[in-house]
């Protein structure tokens, strides 16, 4: 399981999904996320140790709160990238620097 920090309107990628972190309480220990594959958008509201199936054998569970945001593990397959948004961007502009060369 990859785990990771993330704060109020970041975003992180499983595969091609798209996931937002909308809203979260420290305090009552929830977070809201958006998740986005292709057309289909939902939102969906966990607690601790929540999990929602995001692709076939992938998921997102809430590992911890506190003061620094929510930790979020991601279950998935080796063969399914999964990155932080700014880590994708990162990688997707060395990508395309390489081409234009």
């Keep these: 399981m990859l785990v990771f920090n993330r ?6 990628l499983v595969g091609h999904v798209i ?6 309480s420290i305090v009552d ?3 809201r996320l958006k998740i986005r594959n292709g057309a289909d958008v939902r939102q ?3 607690g601790p140790g ?15 709160f506190g ?3 929510v930790k979020l593990g991601v279950d998935a397959p080796k063969q399914i990238p999964v990155h932080r948004r700014e880590v994708h961007d ?8 390489r081409h234009v060369a």
């Design 7 to 12: 704060l109020r309107n970041q975003e992180f």
């Design 19 to 24: 996931a937002t972190v909308l809203d979260y």
């Design 29 to 31: 220990e929830w977070i």
């Design 44 to 46: 969906v509201v966990l």
């Design 50 to 64: 929540g999990k929602v199936t995001v692709l076939p054998n992938c998921t997102i569970e809430i590992v911890r």
């Design 67 to 69: 003061s620094g945001g």
């Design 90 to 97: 990162a990688i997707t502009h060395t990508q395309s620097n």
